[in-house]
T-cell receptor, first 113, second 113 residues
Framework: AQSVSQHNHHVILSEAASLELGCNYSYGGTVNLFWYVQYPGQHLQLLLKYFSGDPLVKGIKGFEAEFIKSKFSFNLRKPSVQWSDTAEYFCAVTPGGYNKLIFGAGTRLAVHP | DVKVTQSSRYLVKRTGEKVFLECVQDMDHENMFWYRQDPGLGLRLIYFSYDVKMKEKGDIPEGYSVSREKKERFSLILESASTNQTSMYLC????????????FGAGTRLSVL
């Protein structure tokens, strides 16, 4: 079955630390890749997406992600986190030709001042 | 901005009750989705609809049904609520041809006692 794996369920960082959240998917064909973020008490919103082209994509609030096809990975990065980045982050995949999103289990990030 | 509105933020129901969760989107999107979000499991697709009166089962449709009588409205129905349906329910919509970028509502937290 198609699946999305997020390696870290909980991450705790201090402000200014660097962040990398892992995401791997199991589908072998063409995929669209997404990172969504859910801030406390808010709705899920799109952070960034990859459809094609440059495998390094930039999103809102200084986040970026790199698509590595050979590793079936789409890791999320931020060089220096802020307290306001405290949220839950979800990686999601749409296999080519489908209109369904397959989500990972999510990673809860807590950033301490 | 796309707006996806879920009628209730919090609901408390009794076991065996019939429960209706309503979702309305204002951007004329063809696709609408219902997910449930549980800690450690991410978002799991219950049902989706790609047109009025059309529906398809997602990954966990048991115990649920849906209704889409108008393009902007997608209802999730729990025919006989059970305690294991206590969860956060998220509605989303997307435009055909938009590479499946989904826009989410704020969620309904349902407690079944």
């Amino acid at each position: 079955a198609q699946s999305v794996s997020q390696h870290n369920h909980h991450v705790i960082l201090s402000e200014a630390a660097s962040l990398e959240l892992g995401c791997n998917y199991s589908y072998g064909g063409t995929v669209n890749l997404f990172w969504y973020v859910q801030y406390p008490g808010q709705h899920l919103q799109l952070l960034l997406k990859y459809f094609s082209g440059d495998p390094l994509v930039k999103g809102i609030k200084g986040f970026e992600a790199e698509f590595i096809k050979s590793k079936f990975s789409f890791n999320l990065r931020k060089p220096s986190v802020q307290w306001s980045d405290t949220a839950e982050y979800f990686c999601a995949v749409t296999p080519g030709g489908y209109n369904k999103l397959i989500f990972g289990a999510g990673t809860r990030l807590a950033v301490h001042p | 901005d796309v707006k996806v509105t879920q009628s209730s933020r919090y609901l408390v129901k009794r076991t065996g009750e019939k429960v209706f969760l309503e979702c309305v989107q204002d951007m004329d999107h063809e696709n609408m989705f219902w997910y449930r979000q549980d800690p450690g499991l991410g978002l799991r697709l219950i049902y989706f609809s790609y047109d009025v009166k059309m529906k398809e089962k997602g990954d966990i449709p048991e115990g649920y049904s849906v209704s889409r009588e108008k393009k902007e409205r997608f209802s999730l129905i729990l025919e006989s609520a059970s305690t294991n349906q206590t969860s956060m329910y998220l509605c989303a919509s997307s435009l055909v041809g938009s590479e499946n970028i989904q826009y989410f509502g704020a969620g309904t937290r349902l407690s079944v006692l």
